[in-house]
């Protein structure tokens, strides 16, 4: 891969996964609730699940190619669908100390999060069907690509944590007005998806 199709694809890449998205407004807003150490677990379940996620479509994007015209809509609907569920849940969330028997998020979550997240899904087939496999094409080489994919989310994840553990006691004291403010970004994601935004 020559230099400017590699700057190309990272800038489409922190694009896409430094903007706002379900894994980053998630972040934003457990960050502020729990700070960013109690968040970890999340996002190690993340990446793990992000990482998973490259790796598959470094490996199968050929194959997936064919399969995606017939899954894509329905993957979209599931992803758009869990996302709503995301912004209902944070819109009714109790601010920190108001719910004892509510657990930080867990590493699970954040894994199990990826197999649904349809951003991270068409993300990774997007950067290797349209940038990676037409310049290589030997595992080694796609496996090093899929760990590079993940770590710039990885950072995008970490911004958003951050800001999200720097705005807790903001938190504490507007939570009503911050998790309206969170879901109407996962809303806007979720009309995203299914591209009726």
């Known amino acids: 891969m020559?230099?400017?199709?590699?700057?190309?694809?990272?800038?489409?890449?922190?694009?896409?996964v430094w903007s706002p998205g379900p894994?980053?407004?998630?972040?934003?807003s457990t960050a502020s609730k729990y700070g960013l150490k109690k968040n970890l677990k999340l996002m190690l379940g993340i990446w793990t699940g992000s990482l998973t996620l490259m790796c598959a479509s470094g490996i199968f994007c050929s194959t997936l190619g064919k399969i995606i015209p017939g899954i894509q809509p329905f993957l979209k609907y599931i992803g758009a669908a869990y996302i709503l569920f995301l912004a209902w849940q944070t819109f009714h969330r109790l601010p920190p100390g108001e719910n004892a028997s509510e657990k930080a998020p867990?590493?699970?979550?954040?894994?199990?999060?990826?197999l649904l997240n349809v951003k991270i899904i068409l993300y990774g087939l997007t950067m290797f069907s349209s940038y990676i496999l037409p310049c290589e094409n030997t595992i080694p080489v796609l496996l090093l690509f899929a760990i590079y994919l993940m770590f710039l989310g990885a950072v995008g994840n970490l911004i958003w944590a951050f800001a999200g553990s720097l705005l807790k006691q903001?938190?504490?004291?507007r939570y009503k007005q911050m998790n309206f403010v969170m879901s109407l970004l996962l809303v806007w994601c979720a009309l995203r998806i299914m591209g009726l935004f």
């Open 2 to 16: 020559n230099l400017a199709t590699f700057a190309e694809m990272t800038l489409t890449a922190c694009i896409t």
């Open 170 to 173: 903001l938190y504490a004291s």
């Open 106 to 114: 867990s590493y699970f979550m954040g894994l199990f999060l990826q």
């Open 23 to 28: 894994n980053n407004i998630l972040l934003l």
